[in-house]
Antibody, heavy 122, light 109 residues
């Protein structure tokens, strides 16, 4: 059974840092692109970042470029999101999600974690 | 950047109704569109990918159509468990970017 379990969320002051983790199991983690998606309270979904199978390619939404870093450890079946210089507008539930690749292109995110809440407030 | 709009943003319907949600892209995205269902406090669930392909395990009352800039999600006969918020997602720019629509909340009439 595919499982994605996020951890590391919590309350942090503006300007602070937090590192989120996503533990993957039930599939060959090193074979998939992975993404982080966030959802502010009462709002819609926003893709944050993604990372290639071997970590050689990483992409970010403009609003987090230079502040967030996505990484992975395939030996530990884990995905990470290092979040620095946090702002109130980063407050959200953060989900990790697995790509569904069809003929080499991603067509959606087929598995999601349960999410971890990050609250940025003084 | 490619923007997505959804209509309506809110829909009130009864069990057994046929429901259609529209997603429009600001530029052509071929068939790189997915649909998700999200219930309160839960992670999104993939329903449809490649505009019209039903994800494994999703009931056949869900269907998707469209290409280019206009797409629809149809629920042929609304069931009690279908009351949720639905999001479209474009992956035409993947891996360099992914966009979600603003969502359509389907509520009980």
């Amino acid at each position: 059974e595919v499982q994605l379990v996020e951890s590391g969320g919590g309350l942090v002051q503006p300007g602070g840092s937090l590192r989120l983790s996503c533990a993957a199991s039930g599939f060959t983690f090193s074979s998939y692109w992975m993404s982080w998606v966030r959802q502010a309270p009462g709002k819609g979904l926003e893709w944050v970042a993604n990372i290639k199978q071997d970590g050689s390619e990483k992409y970010y939404v403009d609003s987090v470029k230079g502040r967030f870093t996505i990484s992975r450890d395939n030996a530990k079946n884990s995905l990470y999101l290092q979040m620095n210089s946090l702002r109130a507008e980063d407050t959200a539930v953060y989900y990790c999600a697995r790509d569904l690749p069809i003929f080499g292109a991603s067509v959606g995110f087929d598995y999601w974690g349960q999410g971890t809440l990050v609250t940025v407030s003084s | 950047d490619i923007q997505l709009t959804q209509s309506p943003s809110f829909l009130s319907a009864s069990v057994g109704d046929r429901v259609t949600i529209t997603c429009r892209a600001s530029q052509g995205i071929s068939s790189y569109l997915a649909w998700y269902q999200q219930k309160p406090g839960k992670a999104p669930k993939l329903l449809i990918y490649a505009a019209s392909t039903l994800q494994s395990g999703v009931p056949s009352r869900f269907s998707g159509s469209g290409s280019g800039t206009e797409f629809t999600l149809t629920i042929s006969s609304l069931q009690p468990e279908d009351f949720a918020t639905y999001y479209c997602q474009q992956l035409n720019s993947y891996p360099r970017g992914v966009t979600f629509g603003p969502g359509t909340k389907v509520d009980i009439k």
